[in-house]
């Protein structure tokens, strides 16, 4: 057997592990400092990189839908005779749970109200920015997110099942860097960019999950959500991660996943009923016509006139698209991990249509039934999301009959969420830094559990949101210069195997 201490050794890991821990250090040593250097990198990267995210997730979503109807989507993820690994709900179950789960329980509400208040074009507070607010909505949490996760999940699964290359990140630029370069000093750089877009993307989400759970607590029992509730909240769910982590894939985080999802539905049927039922039917259906029909215009908006709200492209599309590109390596490494035996066509449908019509509905649900109670009812909820973003899902909930209860599930939901979002980072940031390996050693998968916590941890107390922003936006530009490359040799490989 092989000696599993071995990874101590490799580059990615060694190099990974010191950046870390002077990243750490400096947030600890030099907060304040700390924190003003994370700003003026936001400051810069959106006024004169932002396009290049705008620009980069609409070739994204371009290129996965010519491939959805091109020849090669016959093409399997695995041998021609092999069947998929996990059932459809199992399969579905893990990578939304991965994907967005934090993420839509604490902008389900937050979001379409922040855009009601604060729109892009319209004036506040109309019914026109009903529409609109909803409508950036399922734009945010529609196509383009799960076009980039297809992406870095498709051609590792292509490189790693059907080339037989091992599950890295380089191994998806084979064609340019040669198998022996995979982990050479250039592949090694790859996978570097990997895990420290990995790092950010998650501690942005595991952030906004402490957030949340803090505002749940605060809701039910009076603790004040600040700092150093959050940092308490993350160092809990940090262990419970890594006790999830020890189980591995096919139970701790195939079981919450599933639970999970049983458990978000549920909820999500209950405000369906209690709330306003027919005003969520009517803005899902009007909602999903003007995305539709405005997807294209939205898709390469910059605002270059000058015309619309100042700051809110950076703070909204050009911030998801970051956060999405840097979260696509964990992401996407932990469905392709999952999408074995698939062939790109049925991957494709799975990982962009099914999510993408829950996600919708999920804001129709929650987002559509606070849109109504500020526009028709006693309103009260903008206040909440005002005041902190992770209040608005509460503040919705406790307009309900048996608000407790509600409340209470939600904050399970947001916690089970939270540890299989920082289980499966474990597990990719372990296969990076392991030389490829589908069952990182368990030493290696208790640092990282460890390490994404702590660097959750320190952009808190540093600089709250805000930081957590900076931190997706320096995690996905680097690594979206890579999915480009990435793009070119799935492409030529794709078409060198079938003309």
């Not at 290049?52 to 399997?76: E, H, N, R, Y």
């Not at 549920?266 to 997807?295: A, E, K, R, S």
Request: glycine share 12%; hydrophobic share 55%.
């Amino acid at each position: 057997m092989e000696n599993e201490g071995y990874f101590y050794t490799k580059p990615t890991f060694l190099i990974s592990v010191i950046v870390m821990v002077i990243f750490l250090i400096f947030g600890v040593v030099a907060p304040e400092t700390f924190g003003l250097a994370a700003e003026a990198i936001f400051d810069h990267m959106i006024e004169s990189w932002g396009w290049s995210f705008i620009l980069g997730a609409s070739l994204f979503l371009l290129i996965v839908v010519f491939l959805l109807f091109s020849p090669v989507g016959k093409i399997k993820l695995g041998a021609d005779d092999e069947i998929p690994a996990y059932s459809n709900l199992a399969w579905f179950s893990m990578l939304f749970s991965c994907g967005m789960g934090i993420g839509l329980l604490f902008w389900g509400v937050s979001e379409p109200i922040w855009h009601y208040i604060w729109p892009l074009y319209d004036e506040a507070m109309t019914g026109e920015t009903v529409r609109s607010a909803m409508r950036y909505s399922f734009f945010h949490w529609g196509f383009h997110p799960w076009a980039i996760y297809a992406v870095v999940a498709g051609s590792l699964a292509y490189f790693s099942y059907r080339k037989g290359l091992p599950m890295l990140l380089s191994s998806c630029l084979e064609p340019i860097l040669g198998q022996k370069g995979i982990e050479g000093p250039w592949g090694t750089l790859v996978n570097i960019i990997g895990v420290f877009a990995t790092l950010f993307g998650l501690a942005t989400s595991l952030g906004l999950g402490a957030m949340q759970i803090g505002a749940g607590l605060e809701n039910l029992f009076g603790i004040a959500s600040a700092p150093v509730l959050w940092v308490t909240i993350i160092i809990v769910i940090t262990l419970a991660a890594v006790l999830s982590t020890i189980t591995g894939i096919d139970r701790g985080i195939k079981w919450l996943s599933q639970i999970n999802i049983v458990v978000a539905l549920l909820l999500m049927l209950l405000v369906f009923i209690v709330g306003p039922t027919l005003f969520i039917l009517q803005i899902f259906t009007q909602t999903t016509g003007d995305y539709l029909q405005n997807i294209v215009s939205m898709s390469f908006d910059m605002d270059a006139s000058g015309t619309g709200a100042e700051g809110w492209l950076g703070s909204w599309t050009i911030f998801y698209w970051a956060w999405w590109i840097a979260w696509a390596p964990f992401v996407g490494t932990f469905i392709a991990r999952i999408s074995r035996g698939r062939t790109i066509r049925n991957f494709i449908i799975g990982v962009m249509l099914v999510p993408v019509f829950v996600s919708m509905v999920w804001f129709s649900v929650f987002g559509g039934s606070a849109l109504y109670v500020e526009y028709f009812g006693a309103g009260g909820i903008s206040g909440a999301v005002e005041a902190d973003p992770a209040l608005g899902f509460f503040a919705l909930l406790g307009q309900f009959p048996a608000s407790s209860l509600l409340i209470t599930v939600a904050v399970i939901s947001v916690a089970i969420f939270f540890v299989t979002s920082s289980d499966s980072g474990t597990y990719v940031i372990g296969m990076l830094t392991s030389g490829g390996k589908l069952f990182p050693p368990m030493p290696l998968r208790i640092t990282w559990g460890i390490g994404e916590g702590a660097v959750a941890a320190i952009l808190l107390f540093t600089g709250g949101l805000g930081a957590l922003q900076t931190a997706s936006i320096v995690g996905g530009f680097p690594f979206m210069v890579i999915m480009l490359l990435m793009l070119y040799c799935l492409l030529r490989s794709l078409y060198s195997e079938n003309p």
